[in-house]
């Protein structure tokens, strides 16, 4: 009987650093680009955070810096959640970053100043949102046709 508590609680520990692991919580110490922060964590450890389910604009293309601006002005400095989603080729952090209950990924899309990232949706509001964003010509939208690339096809295009 003994052996079975011990091993049940042993479970119950893991699954409980499994959930713990699946959320970090720190300040946003810089903001790189529209979709990719540095996180303080535990006081001293920093975490670099690639937003997930979305694609900003790159620094050198149009809207790249009004992206980056626009996340700043919405995270910068503050304590945020991040609910992480795995790992990216380049060993950053992908998640969903909330401020206090704000989604900010979708909100970066609602407000044009990112694509819902094609490729890795799973969560289908981001195109809903992209879509109302296009219909109200807001951020991004707002550009002329001939300036509006997504960053993927962007990067594409400078190799």
Known sequence: MNILKVSLLALLLATQ??????????????????DTVTLLVNGSETIKVRLSEI??????????NNSKQALSLLIAT???????????????TLGIIYLQEENINKL???????????????????????DHAKKQKVGLWSLSADQIT????????SK
């Open 150 to 157: 997504p960053p993927w096809e962007w990067r594409h295009k």
């Open 17 to 34: 650093s499994v959930s713990a692991a699946d959320q970090i919580a720190g300040k946003v110490v810089k903001v790189s680009d529209g």
């Open 55 to 64: 694609d900003a604009p790159e620094t050198n293309q149009p809207w790249g």
């Open 108 to 130: 970066m899309v609602q407000n044009g100043n990112a694509w819902a990232y094609t490729k890795y949706v799973e969560d289908q509001e981001y195109f809903l949102l992209q």
């Open 78 to 92: 503050k304590n945020v959640t991040v609910s992480t989603t795995g790992k990216d080729r380049y060993g950053r």
